[in-house]
């Protein structure tokens, strides 16, 4: 078959690589557009995924997310009519993909792990076909989207799937002058842009003051974060896309604003605090239940220690089990 998959974020840059390796080791065609945006074409260059970059993020207010969806999807549309017909389109929460293959005509799966970004999901779950979720999602969450009879349900968290062949690369800690003997914290901001995160995170600005001046590594989503982060001063900020997930294996403590470092930290064993000020989703209420994310309240519960050696069980998931259910858009 004739695969489109559309990234429009850095951590969709992740999901997709070993399922792109994947259906093109089982025979198909697979072709990649992608949106400049935080660090999704460094990515694609990093990880030696041949693509075409198309749009860019127009801004967080709704007004500026109903342009750039239109834009962007007319963009796409027209790409794709100068194409080889495709049987089947993907994306991870990309509704620019999903309206532009609907317009031609291209059966199209979607996939995404927090259930609360409404207005994402109406348009997505609506044109879908294939809605590919984690099973600890109630499927009555996402009827109201129009997602019934398209669910396509999978165990565990995306993470276990796309990191099953990772194993931690220590030259990270060197490009970024780490010191081994010390703790490591790692961070990532608020994802400001976001819909369903509107407001300032007063907490993590004040884990920020907390750790100030430690070994800690902060990853912004944008110029402007990392602007302000530089004025700041006190963390180490990498001027460029790095190896995330070496570093978060490696680190002593992982904070996170958002949702996908918080997942990968699980699903390494790292012990992480998660400062998402958003309605919770069903994955993060059950790693909150299980104990294996943990839900920072006050800065100072930070312990900027190192933490012991014991052994980390990973679980490790076949990637193809994705690749299934995003084709079976098809069916």
Known sequence: MRVWVDLT??????????????????????????????????????FGIEHTAIGRHRGGRLADKATGLVSRSLALARWAGKRPRFDV???????????????????????????????QHT????????????????????????????????EGLKEE???????????????????????????????DVSLYHRFENDLFAQVLERVRGT?????????????ELARAGGFV?????????????????????????????????????????????????LLLGEGRLRRLSDAAEIEVEKRGDGAVNRVRRDPAVLVKLLLSAVD
């Open 123 to 154: 348009v997505n779950c609506r044109l879908a076909r294939a809605v590919v979720v984690p099973d600890a999602i109630p499927p009555e969450r996402l009827y109201p989207y129009g997602a019934r009879g398209k669910i396509r349900a999978y």
């Open 237 to 285: 900020v990498p001027e460029h896309a790095i190896d995330a997930p070496s570093l978060v294996a490696f680190a002593d403590t992982v904070v996170s604003a958002g949702g996908t470092m918080n997942r990968e930290a699980v699903a390494l064993g790292t012990p992480v605090y998660t400062t998402f000020e958003g309605r919770l989703g069903a994955v993060d209420e």
């Open 161 to 191: 799937y796309y990191l099953a062949d990772f194993e931690p690369d220590a030259a990270v800690l060197d490009q970024l002058g780490i010191d081994r003997a010390a703790p490591l914290i790692v961070l990532r901001t608020p994802p």
């Open 215 to 227: 070994q800690a590594v902060v990853l912004p989503r944008t110029p402007k974060q990392r602007a």
């Open 9 to 46: 974020n850095s951590p969709h840059v992740m999901v997709f690589r070993p399922l792109i390796e994947r259906m093109r080791a089982d025979g198909h065609e697979v072709e990649v557009t992608a949106r400049d945006f935080a660090q999704t074409l460094e990515l694609c260059q990093r």
């Open 89 to 119: 389109a993907m994306g991870h929460g990309s509704n620019d993909v999903t309206v532009a293959a609907r317009l031609r005509g291209i059966p199209v799966a979607t996939a995404f792990d927090y259930e609360w970004a409404r207005a």
